[in-house]
Structures are given as structure tokens and as C-alpha cells.
């Protein structure tokens, strides 16, 4: 049976990518983790896992179906996660939409069989990976605004050496004045 990892996720524009790659290589130490490249950077609503080209269709079904308003995220916070590896950008106040369209998503993955973290849902951006047990942080302070009117399904693959995330649809948010 053919699968595909995939996973629903946001898109930041391509001037906030290098944006933050700069600020990336001004704030952290060359040896602090392996860097995500500037066109990977996104932010995850709810991860799929390997999953049948049927079920795929299914949760896009789904997807397409969903109204639910856009919203402001305001990336404001980092932190790092010493178990993963993992060096990431957030929010301090996560946006109510967010939440909520996060939730739907993993519910309906959940649904169709696509396990769900028992963990409670911290919406990040990652930024490194293998990151070093001593990392320093840079200090609050630093923040960006990134409107949301659109979300997303990526297929992800690892091929020489690199992983490569694959837009496969994207879906509108409610406006303002339509929500
Ligand atoms: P991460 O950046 O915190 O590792 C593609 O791999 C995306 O799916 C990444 O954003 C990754 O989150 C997320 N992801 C990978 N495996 C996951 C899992 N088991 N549970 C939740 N999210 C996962």
C-alpha cells in the first residue's frame, strides 16, 4: 500500500524564512544545533504520520470544509526542548484561532487513525535540530507578526540527505469581515 508522511501545517512568507535565518545566525553559536533550512521553516497543526493515499483524500476532504477565522500569531518566545534536540520559535499567548484550528485538525486525524502526542499541543517553529544540551537563548525581546489567512497539507521525504517538505494543498481562512 503507498504512503505518504504528511502533516497540516502553516506557511511563513518567504521574507520572515530569511528573516529568521538571519536573526538565526545573529543569535546562536555556530556549534548550537543543526539549522532548518530557511524553506522548511513552517509551523505544525497537527502531524499525520505515514498514511494511505485514501485517508489522505479523506482529511482533505475534511479540510476543505473547515471555516474557521484567520488569525495574528506574534512569535515572541523561544525555548528549547533538551529531549528532541529541538530549538524553537512560539508564541508567549498562542491566538485562540490557532488553537482551535489545531485542534479540529488532530481530531480528525485522530479519528482516521493517525495516532495523536498524548503531549498538550505547543505550536512552535523548529529551528535547529541536534541541538547542543547547553544552548544559550536569546533574550526576549525579538518579535514578529505574521498574519494568518491559510493553512496547509505537506508531504514530507528524506532523500540525499535532506528532508523536503512538499506542499500538496492549502485551504483559505475566514477573513475578518467573514468570520
Ligand atoms: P518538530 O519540528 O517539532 O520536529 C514534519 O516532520 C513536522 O511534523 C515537523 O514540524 C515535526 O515537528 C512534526 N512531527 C514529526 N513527528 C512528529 C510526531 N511524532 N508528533 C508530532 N509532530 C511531529
Known sequence: MATQRLFFALELPDA?????VQWRADCFAADAGKPVAAANLHLTLAFLGEVSTETA?????????????????????AGHWPRP?????????APRGLLQLANLLRAQAARHGCAQSTQPFH???TLLRHAAQAVALPPRGFHWRVEVSHFALF???????????????????LSAAGA
Do not use: K, N
Request: hydrophobic share 35%; aromatic share 8%.
Open 123 to 125: 505550536p512552535h517553529i
Open 57 to 77: 483524500e479523506q482529511l482533505q476532504q475534511l479540510a476543505a470544509r473547515i471555516r474557521q477565522p484567520g488569525f495574528t500569531l506574534d512569535l515572541d518566545d
Open 85 to 93: 534536540g529541538v530549538v524553537w520559535l512560539g508564541c508567549q499567548r
Open 16 to 20: 520572515l524564512q530569511q528573516q529568521l
Open 155 to 173: 508531504a514530507s521525504s528524506f532523500t540525499q540527505g535532506r528532508t523536503r517538505y512538499r506542499r500538496l494543498a492549502r485551504w483559505p481562512l
